[in-house]
């Protein structure tokens, strides 16, 4: 039997909460779906008896990404939207040729979150019934329909050792390239062939003189606990660990979604995080740390113009203050990039994908010249992979005899391994979900 839809996921973190709201509400509407993670095993049923009617991407810049995300899933498919989960921007990308998309892409339906994004990809090429406003999913969870959907501060706090008595201050942080060493930082450069060694010293000055800003203020202050909310891509820091040790009232926690923390936060500080849409959403505000400034080529679009903290003084008397201050970013600027409506985010979604799939092709993301391939090789390599992965063989354990195949299939294997939710996790989340939908 034909699937209807197959969507297709990268980061867990960033994107399984929201696909989850979506497959419950077209499940509610009659259809069948099915997720995937963008580099589970091959499946022949998708390009025979399982093909889907419409394929829906995680994200789709050029020709490459159409071989790699639909033909090498499902095969020929002129039915492709894309999920589009990087819209946060510096103006240097915004104006790129990258994220205003290549060759094809600007044939498969490119969702925008908010109006201005939609604005910029017209003004690039595209054609406005390619790139339709649906507002952004993950925003859902913070309407008042899904109020109880959280854990409350208490619960929050128990859960992990924390004292609901006192302040909950939440620093959402993003200093991703402050934990890469130079040479990580070279190989970066290499492969985009955009030279970040720039902003890597920027992450690890501006991450530096804030734990500083935080050592000094906790150290006077016992009665407030920080918790410290790492990116995905920082680990292995020793400053961290350290801070951690010194301090008690500091805690380095990932555990549970950015949402359920700042919604449980009394006060919230950040940094270039686009989470920041987030506490907007959520209702609060926040204060923007920047001890110094970050080159605007990486700074987010939607950060330009906006109220900083730039010393520690500043820092101290916000941190001393009631959660009252304004929003350090514009309300037009946020609702801009994410639009609000008093229609769910999910719900237009549906109706766009509903639509999709109802409607011959909007466009034809595999016309000339555009030729697929199939790549026999990443096939092959992705069920070797997942057989190291489930019987928990490192292919780094081969370098001695492989170098170039143990390289590759370790950066296979880490990402198969980041990716992983299990089973009951999964269930767990599309049970929670399926009590908000409908």
């Known amino acids: 039997m034909a699937l209807d839809f197959l969507i297709l996921y990268e980061h867990v973190v960033r ?24 580099l589970d095993r091959k499946k022949l049923k998708y ?12 994200c789709m810049y050029d020709d490459e990404a159409i071989n790699s995300h639909v033909y090498n899933n499902i095969g ?35 969702t925008c979150w908010g109006k201005r994004t939609q604005q910029r990809l017209v003004a690039h090429g595209m054609q406005e019934k390619n790139c339709p406003v ?40 993003s200093f991703g390239y402050a934990s890469m060493t130079e040479q990580e930082v070279k190989e970066l450069s290499d492969m985009a062939g955009e030279d970040f060694t720039g902003f890597a010293g920027t992450n690890r000055t501006s991450m530096e003189q804030t734990l500083a800003w935080f050592d000094q203020y906790l150290a006077g202050h016992p009665e407030v606990q920080l918790v410290y909310r790492r990116h995905p891509s920082e680990w292995n820091s020793p400053a961290l660990e350290a801070l951690a040790q010194k301090r008690p009232n500091f805690r380095v926690i990932f555990a549970d979604s950015v949402k359920q923390w700042i919604v449980a936060a009394d006060q919230i500080f950040i940094w270039m995080s686009t989470a920041i849409a987030e506490v907007y959403f959520a209702g609060k505000s926040c204060r923007i740390l920047r001890p110094v400034p970050i080159e605007h080529e990486y700074d987010p ?35 801009g990039y994410f639009d609000r409506s008093d229609t769910p985010a999910y719900v237009r979604m549906a109706d766009l994908l509903e639509d999709v799939y109802k409607n011959p092709p909007r466009d034809q993301p595999f016309s000339p010249p555009f030729r697929p ?6 096939f092959c390599a992705l069920i070797g992979v997942h057989m190291m992965y489930a019987v928990k063989f490192d292919p780094a354990r081969l370098a001695g005899v492989a170098p170039g195949f ?26 929670k979900i399926a009590r908000f939908v409908g």
């Open 301 to 335: 679009v939607i950060y330009k113009g906006a109220d900083y903290i730039t010393d520690y003084a500043a820092f101290a008397a916000a941190a001393d203050a009631p959660d009252s201050a304004p929003f350090p970013i514009a309300k037009e600027v946020i609702e």
């Open 406 to 431: 143990a390289d590759m299939a370790s950066r296979i294997y880490g990402y198969i391994e980041k990716a992983h939710i299990s089973k009951e996790e999964a269930r767990a989340m599309e049970e």
């Open 76 to 110: 020929v498919c002129n039915k492709v939207v894309n999920l589009h989960w990087e819209q946060m921007l510096s103006d240097t990308q915004e104006e790129g040729a990258w994220f205003n998309f290549g060759g094809n892409a600007k044939k498969c339906v490119q």
């Open 15 to 38: 994107e399984y909460e929201s696909i989850l709201l979506l497959k419950a509400e077209l499940a509610r509407r009659g259809y069948t779906v099915e997720l995937r993670q963008l």
């Open 134 to 173: 649906t507002g952004a999913v993950m925003m859902d969870f913070l309407r008042p329909e899904f109020r109880g959907y959280f854990k409350d501060k208490a619960a929050l706090c128990r859960e992990h050792g924390l004292d609901p008595d006192k302040k909950l201050m939440l620093y959402i942080s």
């Open 373 to 378: 391939h199939f790549n026999l090789l990443k």
């Open 47 to 58: 390009f025979t008896l399982k093909k889907p009617k419409v394929l829906v991407s995680s």
